[in-house]
C-alpha cells in the first residue's frame, strides 16, 4: 500500500493508529499468531496477568477501551441473570439501570461517550452543567433505579468546580453504589486501583500495545461483564495475537525508565522552541491540562505578524508531503499544542521546516 507519511505531533490519538510498537510487542504477537490456544483459557490467564501487573483483584482484555465501557455497564445491568444476557435485547429489564455521570464528562473521545453507555444498556443520567458540578447534585439523583455512577478521567473534560475521583468515590461507597472510571489515556493506574470499583485503560496509549483494551476492578464486577463475552461481548472479541501483544507491552511497561522518557521529552521541547524565531510565533510549555506529568510546546501565533491563523498552520501541516498533526483543539484561541512523547529527534527539523515554509508563503 502507498500511504502518506505522517509525523505524530498530537499524541497517542486513534486517529493516527494510537501508538507504535516496541519489537518485543511485535515479535510476542507473531508468537500468539501462529499458535492455537483455548481462548477461554488464554483471557482468563492475561487477565490475571494483568491483575497482578495493577494490584487489582481481577482484569479482562477486551478489544478497545471502548468495548470495555460497554461490557462494564452491561455487566452491572444484568449482573448474573444469564436469560438476560442471552436475551439481552428483548427482555425488559426489571428497572431502568440509570448510570450517573456529570454533564462536563459528556465527552467525544472520537465517539460520544454515552453512546457506549447506552450501548452497554445504561440510561444516562446527567447531572450538574458545563462549567461544574458538587457533590451534592450528584448523590440526590441516586436512586433505587441508580446502577453506577460514571467518572471520565480526561483532559477533555471540564477541569473547573469538578469534584475530585476520591471524593466522588467517597459517595459512591457510602451509598453502595458501583464507581466505574474511564481512565484510557491515563499513564498512571495507582490512583484508579484505589478507588474505583472497575476502571477501564486503553491498552495502545500509555502502555503502548495492539488495539486493546483492559477493565479491571473487583473480581464480582469484572466477572459479570466476563460472561457477556457470550453475549454482545462476541462482536467485540479479541485476537489471539493482540492479547500477546497486551502482555507484552504491560511487562515492558513495567520496566520504563520514567526520568530517561522525561529527559528526553524535554530534549525535543527544547528543541522546538526554535519555532520562536518565525514571524509571528512564540513557544511556550505547558502542562496537560487534567494535571498529567505531561508537558507539551504550546504554538501561539500572532495574526498581525504571522502571515496566517493557527487554523491556517494546522491544516497546512496536514496538507504537506509528509502530514504533521498537531493538538489542535484551541486553534480558534490562536495557538496549537506539539506533544513530544511520538516524535522522533529527526521529525524535529521536518517540522521547523514545513513552518518555515508555510509561514513564508502568503498560500497555505
Not at 3 to 12: D, E, F, H, M, T
Not at 102 to 127: C, E, F, R, S
Not at 203 to 221: D, H, Q, R, V
Not at 293 to 308: G, P, S
Request: charged share 20%; with cysteine; proline share 3%.
Amino acid at each position: 500500500m502507498k500511504l502518506k507519511q505522517v509525523i505524530n505531533a498530537s499524541g497517542r490519538m486513534s486517529i493516527l493508529g494510537v501508538s507504535t510498537l516496541s519489537n518485543r510487542v511485535v515479535h510476542a504477537m507473531q508468537e500468539g499468531a501462529q499458535h492455537y490456544y483455548e481462548m477461554e483459557e488464554l483471557q482468563r490467564e492475561a487477565g490475571k496477568r494483568i491483575a497482578n501487573y495493577l494490584d487489582t483483584e481481577s482484569a479482562m482484555v477486551t478489544n478497545s477501551a471502548s468495548s470495555a465501557i460497554v461490557l462494564a455497564v452491561a455487566g452491572l445491568v444484568t449482573e448474573n441473570n444469564l436469560y438476560q444476557i442471552e436475551h439481552y435485547l428483548k427482555v425488559n429489564q426489571p428497572k431502568a439501570h440509570e448510570f450517573i455521570i456529570m454533564m462536563g464528562h459528556l465527552v467525544d473521545y472520537g465517539a460520544p461517550v454515552q453512546t457506549m453507555i447506552q450501548l452497554g444498556g445504561g440510561k444516562l443520567k446527567i447531572v450538574g452543567y458545563a462549567n461544574g458540578c458538587s457533590l451534592d447534585q450528584i448523590e440526590t439523583a441516586v436512586t433505587e433505579q441508580t446502577s453506577g455512577i460514571f467518572f471520565v478521567q480526561s483532559h477533555h473534560c471540564v477541569q473547573k468546580n469538578m469534584p475530585s475521583i476520591e471524593e466522588v468515590s467517597k459517595v459512591a461507597k457510602r451509598l453502595r453504589i458501583p464507581f466505574i472510571i474511564d481512565a484510557a489515556a491515563e499513564e498512571v493506574f495507582s490512583p484508579y486501583v484505589k478507588y474505583a470499583d472497575l476502571f477501564i485503560v486503553s491498552g495502545s496509549k500509555a502502555i503502548a500495545g495492539p488495539t486493546s483494551g483492559i477493565l479491571a476492578g473487583k473480581e464480582k464486577y469484572v466477572s459479570y461483564a466476563m460472561k457477556h463475552l457470550r453475549g454482545i461481548g462476541r462482536a467485540m472479541k479479541i485476537g489471539k495475537e493482540s492479547i500477546f501483544g497486551l502482555i507484552q507491552a504491560m511487562a515492558e511497561y513495567q520496566e520504563i525508565d520514567s526520568d530517561s522518557a522525561h529527559k528526553n521529552q524535554w530534549m525535543i521541547l527544547e528543541k522546538l522552541k526554535a519555532l520562536d524565531e518565525l514571524p509571528g510565533i512564540k513557544v511556550a510549555v505547558n502542562q496537560d491540562e487534567a494535571g498529567r506529568d505531561i508537558y507539551r510546546a504550546r504554538i501561539y501565533v500572532n495574526n498581525e505578524i504571522a502571515v496566517c491563523s493557527a487554523t491556517q498552520i494546522t491544516q497546512a501541516l496536514k496538507e504537506g508531503k509528509v502530514a504533521i498533526y498537531t493538538r489542535d483543539y484551541q486553534v480558534n484561541n490562536g495557538y496549537f499544542e506539539i506533544d513530544p512523547r511520538p516524535l522522533k529527534e529527526e521529525d524535529i527539523p521536518v517540522i521547523i521546516a514545513r513552518m518555515q515554509q508555510i509561514l513564508a508563503s502568503k498560500k497555505v
